[in-house]
């Protein structure tokens, strides 16, 4: 069946530090991967996207890269900052049933 | 975009009763989704809402236990019944409305924290 699999948390970094959360999956098909954020008593929102392989998105200073070869999708920032502090969560769309398959979540802290 | 709100935010309560809880959306949607998201762990998708129809429930929910009324394309409510512990969870609405790119995305309320006593 599909799954997404996140690095544990939490993740704790200092501002400016570089950002790496893992996330690789299982589907079968041909999925789109999503990293969504929640930050504190806020819903989820959708940070970016990827719809086939080799494509990156991007947004606010955050990427990741759609890796078939590997089934993975790591989120990755330069350069984090304290407002970047929430929770990110990793999810594919299923092809087939067009529903999203979350991972567990990864809590970020950034210290200043 | 979408705004969605949830209500009540949270909520305290007993084992066995029942709490409703309530989304609206400022758009008119077909398919409005109801998430699980137990203390530290993933969203689980409960049920898809289709306006007009029987809401479809995912493996391991079921109707006597989360009830769900879709009276009309912006409005949808979740019932969470005869309550226990196990029940404690965030509780999350969804709906999926085209973005100003033109693609499909998936928008989600703030969702309601439920704790059972």
């Known amino acids: 069946g599909n799954s997404v699999t996140q690095m544990e948390g939490p993740v704790t970094l200092s501002e400016e530090a570089f950002l790496t959360i893992n996330c690789t999956y299982t589907?079968?098909?041909?999925?789109?991967l999503f990293w969504y954020v929640q930050y504190p008593g806020e819903g989820l929102q959708l940070l970016l996207k990827a719809t086939k392989a080799d494509d990156k998105g991007s947004n606010k200073g955050f990427e990741a890269t759609y890796r078939k070869e590997t089934t993975s999708f790591h989120l990755e920032k330069g350069s984090v900052q304290v407002s970047d502090s929430a929770v990110y969560f990793c999810a594919l769309k299923n092809s087939n049933t067009g529903k999203l398959i979350f991972g567990q979540g990864t809590t970020l802290q950034v210290k200043p | 975009s979408a705004v969605i709100s949830q209500k009540p935010s949270r909520d305290i309560c007993q084992r066995g009763t029942s709490l409703t809880i309530q989304c609206q959306v400022d758009?008119?949607?077909?398919?409005m989704f109801w998430y699980r998201q137990q203390p530290g762990q993933s969203l689980t998708l409960i049920a898809t809402a289709n306006q007009g129809s029987e809401a479809t429930y995912e493996s391991g929910f079921v109707i006597d236990k989360f009830p769900i009324s879709r009276p009309n394309l912006t409005f949808s409510t979740l019932t969470v019944s005869n309550m226990s512990p196990e029940d404690s969870s965030i509780y999350l609405c969804s709906v999926t409305l085209i973005n100003v790119e033109g693609y499909n995305e998936q928008f989600f309320g703030p969702g309601t924290r439920l704790t059972v006593l």
């Open positions: 758009s008119q949607v077909t398919m």
């Open positions: 589907a079968t098909g041909y999925p789109s």
